[in-house]
Protein backbone atom coordinates (compact mmCIF):
# COMPACT_ATOMS: atom_id res chain seq x y z
CA UNK A 1 0.00 0.00 0.00
CA UNK A 2 2.74 2.36 0.98
CA UNK A 3 4.53 1.65 -2.59
CA UNK A 4 1.38 2.74 -4.08
CA UNK A 5 0.72 5.30 -2.72
CA UNK A 6 4.40 6.89 -2.84
CA UNK A 7 3.66 6.14 -6.88
CA UNK A 8 0.40 8.02 -7.09
CA UNK A 9 1.84 10.71 -5.14
CA UNK A 10 5.28 10.85 -7.77
CA UNK A 11 2.79 11.31 -10.45
CA UNK A 12 0.71 13.70 -9.43
CA UNK A 13 3.99 15.71 -8.52
CA UNK A 14 5.30 15.70 -12.14
CA UNK A 15 1.43 16.99 -13.50
CA UNK A 16 1.21 19.98 -10.51
CA UNK A 17 4.23 20.23 -8.98
CA UNK A 18 3.77 21.92 -5.73
CA UNK A 19 5.58 25.32 -6.86
CA UNK A 20 5.70 26.45 -10.37
CA UNK A 21 9.46 28.76 -10.06
CA UNK A 22 12.06 26.44 -11.06
CA UNK A 23 15.20 27.78 -8.80
CA UNK A 24 17.82 27.95 -11.58
CA UNK A 25 16.19 29.81 -14.36
CA UNK A 26 17.94 32.29 -16.21
CA UNK A 27 17.30 35.03 -18.86
CA UNK A 28 18.56 36.44 -21.41
CA UNK A 29 18.59 40.75 -21.44
CA UNK A 30 19.15 42.42 -24.89
CA UNK A 31 20.70 45.45 -25.25
CA UNK A 32 20.09 47.52 -28.38
CA UNK A 33 21.77 50.79 -28.22
CA UNK A 34 20.77 53.72 -30.92
CA UNK A 35 22.01 56.87 -32.09
CA UNK A 36 25.55 55.77 -32.49
CA UNK A 37 27.03 58.63 -34.23
CA UNK A 38 30.13 57.23 -35.60
CA UNK A 39 32.01 53.88 -36.50
CA UNK A 40 35.44 54.96 -34.50
CA UNK A 41 36.04 53.57 -30.83
CA UNK A 42 34.23 51.06 -28.36
CA UNK A 43 30.64 50.77 -26.95
CA UNK A 44 30.60 49.25 -23.75
CA UNK A 45 27.66 47.79 -21.91
CA UNK A 46 27.75 47.89 -18.01
CA UNK A 47 24.89 45.79 -16.11
CA UNK A 48 24.72 46.85 -12.47
CA UNK A 49 22.92 44.40 -10.12
CA UNK A 50 23.67 45.87 -6.79
CA UNK A 51 22.08 49.04 -6.67
CA UNK A 52 24.79 50.38 -3.35
CA UNK A 53 27.74 50.76 -6.56
CA UNK A 54 25.62 51.63 -9.38
CA UNK A 55 27.75 53.62 -12.01
CA UNK A 56 30.78 52.72 -9.92
CA UNK A 57 33.99 51.71 -12.73
CA UNK A 58 35.27 48.23 -11.73
CA UNK A 59 31.76 47.41 -9.81
CA UNK A 60 29.58 46.29 -12.82
CA UNK A 61 27.58 42.66 -12.11
CA UNK A 62 28.55 42.21 -16.49
CA UNK A 63 30.55 44.38 -18.49
CA UNK A 64 31.12 43.96 -22.69
CA UNK A 65 33.32 46.22 -25.31
CA UNK A 66 32.13 45.74 -28.60
CA UNK A 67 33.14 48.01 -31.91
CA UNK A 68 30.55 51.21 -33.01
CA UNK A 69 28.83 50.65 -35.36
CA UNK A 70 26.61 53.19 -36.73
CA UNK A 71 23.57 53.79 -35.98
CA UNK A 72 23.14 50.74 -33.62
CA UNK A 73 24.84 47.90 -31.95
CA UNK A 74 22.90 45.10 -29.75
CA UNK A 75 24.71 42.88 -27.21
CA UNK A 76 23.35 39.97 -25.49
CA UNK A 77 23.75 39.53 -22.06
CA UNK A 78 23.30 35.26 -21.49
CA UNK A 79 22.37 33.03 -18.44
CA UNK A 80 21.58 36.08 -15.65
CA UNK A 81 19.38 35.30 -12.45
CA UNK A 82 15.51 37.09 -12.52
CA UNK A 83 16.03 40.16 -10.44
CA UNK A 84 16.35 44.09 -11.27
CA UNK A 85 19.57 45.62 -13.34
CA UNK A 86 20.52 48.75 -14.55
CA UNK A 87 22.30 49.33 -17.38
CA UNK A 88 24.68 51.89 -19.01
CA UNK A 89 25.82 52.64 -21.99
CA UNK A 90 28.98 54.68 -23.63
CA UNK A 91 30.50 54.94 -26.74
CA UNK A 92 34.50 54.76 -26.00
CA UNK A 93 35.50 57.09 -28.96
CA UNK A 94 39.36 56.78 -28.01
CA UNK A 95 39.20 53.36 -26.71
CA UNK A 96 41.05 54.38 -23.71
CA UNK A 97 38.25 51.75 -21.68
CA UNK A 98 37.27 54.94 -19.70
CA UNK A 99 34.15 57.28 -20.10
CA UNK A 100 36.39 60.33 -20.57
CA UNK A 101 34.66 63.79 -18.52
CA UNK A 102 35.41 67.53 -18.46
CA UNK A 103 36.55 69.75 -15.98
CA UNK A 104 32.94 69.70 -14.07
CA UNK A 105 33.26 65.54 -14.57
CA UNK A 106 30.56 65.96 -16.89
CA UNK A 107 31.04 62.85 -19.77
CA UNK A 108 32.49 63.99 -23.52
CA UNK A 109 32.00 61.37 -24.85
CA UNK A 110 28.17 59.89 -25.66
CA UNK A 111 26.65 58.13 -23.15
CA UNK A 112 23.20 56.31 -21.76
CA UNK A 113 21.03 54.89 -19.13
CA UNK A 114 18.36 52.03 -19.34
CA UNK A 115 15.00 53.61 -19.54
CA UNK A 116 16.37 56.42 -21.19
CA UNK A 117 17.07 58.24 -18.08
CA UNK A 118 18.39 61.37 -18.88
CA UNK A 119 20.90 62.84 -16.23
CA UNK A 120 19.94 66.15 -14.44
CA UNK A 121 22.92 67.22 -12.00
CA UNK A 122 23.54 63.50 -11.53
CA UNK A 123 23.65 60.52 -13.19
CA UNK A 124 19.97 58.71 -12.00
CA UNK A 125 19.44 56.56 -9.44
CA UNK A 126 19.47 52.22 -10.12
CA UNK A 127 15.98 52.66 -9.09
CA UNK A 128 15.39 54.91 -12.22
CA UNK A 129 17.20 52.95 -14.52
CA UNK A 130 16.14 49.22 -13.39
CA UNK A 131 14.81 46.78 -15.68
CA UNK A 132 13.12 43.59 -14.27
CA UNK A 133 14.39 40.50 -15.47
CA UNK A 134 11.42 37.92 -14.97
CA UNK A 135 11.75 36.33 -18.76
CA UNK A 136 14.26 37.06 -21.88
CA UNK A 137 14.11 40.75 -22.48
CA UNK A 138 15.25 43.19 -24.85
CA UNK A 139 15.68 46.88 -23.67
CA UNK A 140 16.63 49.73 -26.53
CA UNK A 141 18.35 52.67 -25.56
CA UNK A 142 19.45 56.12 -27.42
CA UNK A 143 22.75 57.48 -26.98
CA UNK A 144 23.12 61.38 -25.95
CA UNK A 145 25.43 63.55 -27.26
Do not use: W
Not at 49 to 73: C, I, Y
Not at 120 to 135: Q, W, Y
Amino acid sequence: MTKLFIGVFTLIYAFFPLSDKKTNDTYNLTVKVNSIQSNKGLIEFAVYKNPAVFTQAGKTHRLARVDAKSPEVKFDFTDLEPGKYAIVVYHDDNSNKICDKNFFGIPTEAYAFSNNKRPKLSAPSFEECAVKLDKDKVVAIKMVY
